[in-house]
């Protein structure tokens, strides 16, 4: 069975962007607000961090339910893992999700400082500098015969796309401008040459957008 790179949940803003400017320790997204974005998935019943029973149920909580659904492995950018720039000056911090990360699969994690990997409960972080075509290569080995799951930022993204090797995505737009920052796109139909597209409006207010590879 074919194994996918599959682009699950990724949020962006009304005019393109999935994060703001000037990330810091503190603020993951830069100026823009994280709540904003991910207040659809925050609302369902599925959501992994719900501390009271209720949720929405329907299209959004099917997507946040599916985020898990046969993966086996993860590639994420550097500055989702942290936003640390050059060497690593500190290898005791470990991420923003603490000693319980919401990924239990092995997470490539692309950088041009490699530094030795280390597991959190049943997560285990790489550290790889490679051409996009290698680290998936890697990653598809480590995921054992489940699909890989790209996971951000917008700029890795892009380089997975630009280099041929996304299968799927789904992306969700949410009603709020951030107006700078790192884009994703300038419009979905940007990758209506290689993709085909299902827009899907959710009464959250969330647009979400299905591609899948011509």
Not at 63 to 81: L, P, S, V, W
Request: proline share 7%; with cysteine; net charge negative.
């Amino acid at each position: 069975m074919e194994q996918l790179l599959r682009v699950q949940n990724f949020c962006v803003s009304r005019d393109g962007f999935g994060t703001g400017e000037h990330q810091s320790l503190e603020r993951p997204f830069g100026h823009a607000d994280p709540g904003a974005l991910f207040a659809w998935a925050g609302a369902t019943a599925s959501w992994p961090n719900r501390t009271e029973p209720g949720g929405t149920r329907g299209l959004d909580d099917y997507f946040t339910r599916d985020f898990t659904h046969n993966i086996g492995a993860e590639i994420m950018g550097r500055n989702k893992f942290g936003p640390q720039r050059g060497p690593w000056a500190d290898h005791e911090w470990r991420g923003w999700w603490g000693d319980e990360p919401p990924f239990h699969t092995p997470v490539f994690v692309l950088t041009h400082h490699p530094r030795p990997s280390f597991t959190l409960s049943d997560t285990t972080f790489h550290f790889v500098d490679g051409e996009p075509a290698a680290v998936l290569a890697a990653a598809r080995e480590a995921a054992l015969g489940k699909d890989v799951r790209l996971g951000g930022g917008a700029t890795t993204i892009r380089e997975f796309l630009d280099a041929g090797l996304v299968d799927t995505l789904h992306v969700a737009v949410a009603p709020v401008e951030i107006g700078s920052g790192v884009r994703l796109w300038e419009s979905p139909e940007e990758l209506l040459d290689r993709f085909h597209l299902d827009v899907v409006p959710s009464p959250s207010g969330v647009t979400h957008h299905l591609f899948w590879r011509r």
